[in-house]
């Protein structure tokens, strides 16, 4: 469906309110978009999943800090969504302020605090910027399976050490695979399995030589992957930049402690004994902090607090009650 057609229908429509996500997935055309949305003077409520909607063009800034006052000259243009020729990053970046700040009812929502801070520091630090926390059917799909007959399932013994991680996004360096394949490598004196789910065919033969990891191609069967997160004993997320990552409270909901880099939100995630932070891009460190792990160093939350901690902060109907609320506070204050 076209930009320009979503405003067609919209203006029959008449919605109350307008709910955006991510549009930067080479789909959507900002000018039109927002050009209706000022014109009919339509509250938005905005979710950032990254940090897009304010940055030149870049999903993460990392260390940059130029999304605070001017873009240009990106030092990440390879990066999703890629510019690969010309640094269009200044005038980017003034469009997209004047389009995206030009109505005043907006609220925008972060799943982080990391997020809801930065956005307070861009340009939309005009708007009520708020943190609801992603939620996820904890009830019907993410829930602990029994350990023991789910690793016999699969494949695996009853005293296994195992450790798992998502490999979709292979290439995307900001994923972090390759910390998860090289500490597979330099784990296996331990004992330690390495289960990589998201592979292809292609780059499940590059790992083909570590006897100690178990390739697993993507899947859709979101009962076969909460199996996998409940006969795990940890989840590493090797993400080198994030901002509140819905894996790691898909693996709280089955009862599985986490690890991952110090890295936007995930330290929220992690914090409060819920799991290991580890300082970004460390390998040595990511390898210390499980084989620790394995050997009982570290005082974690157990299963049954995790799940309940989900319970209370990330289920869809608590979700959808923050977010309704938005929904009412918001139209409620249009025209004032």
């Known amino acids: 469906m076209s930009t320009r057609k979503i405003g067609d229908d919209s203006k029959n429509i008449k919605p109350d309110v307008i709910h955006l996500h991510g549009l930067h997935g080479y789909y959507s055309n900002f000018k039109i978009l927002f050009d209706y949305i000022n014109s009919e003077n339509i509250p938005v409520v905005w979710t950032f999943h990254d940090c897009h909607a304010f940055t030149g063009n870049c999903g993460y800034h990392y260390e940059c800090e130029k999304f605070t006052t001017q873009c240009d000259k990106c030092p990440y243009l390879s990066d999703y969504p890629k510019s690969l020729f010309f640094d269009r990053t ?65 494949g695996f013994l009853e005293n296994d050490k195992i450790v798992l991680g998502i490999a979709f996004g292979f290439d995307d360096p900001r994923k972090g695979v390759k910390y998860l394949v090289q500490l597979a490598k330099d784990l296996y004196i331990h004992g330690i399995k390495v289960i990589l789910i998201g592979l292809t065919a292609d780059q499940s033969k590059l790992v083909s030589g570590y006897s100690n990891i178990t390739a697993i191609p993507f899947t859709n069967d979101q009962d076969e992957l909460a199996e996998y997160y409940s006969l795990s004993d940890i989840f590493v997320l090797p993400s080198l930049a994030e901002n509140y990552a819905t894996v ?57 607090e995790l799940i309940q901690y989900i319970a209370v902060n990330n289920s869809v109907p608590i979700m959808a009650e923050k977010y309704i609320k938005v929904y009412n506070d918001i139209t409620n204050n249009n025209g004032k």
Not at 93 to 117: E, G, H, Q, Y
Not at 118 to 136: H, L, P, Q, W
Not at 268 to 280: A, P, T, Y
């Open 90 to 154: 200044k005038k980017m970046f003034i469009d997209k302020r004047a389009l995206f700040t030009k109505s005043k009812n907006k609220t925008i929502v972060s799943p982080s605090m990391w997020m809801t801070n930065d956005a307070k520091r861009s340009y939309f630090g005009v708007y009520e910027c708020v943190t609801i926390n992603n939620g996820i059917n904890n009830k019907d799909i993410f829930y602990r399976r029994d350990k023991i007959s789910s690793r016999i399932k699969h």
């Open 248 to 304: 790691v409270i898909e693996a709280f909901a089955c009862g599985t402690n986490a690890v991952g880099f110090d890295v936007g939100g995930v330290k929220e995630q992690l914090s409060d004994e819920r799991g290991i932070i580890v300082e970004v891009g460390n390998q040595e460190m990511l390898n210390t902090a499980l084989t620790d792990f394995f050997q009982g160093k570290f005082r974690l939350k157990n299963s049954e």
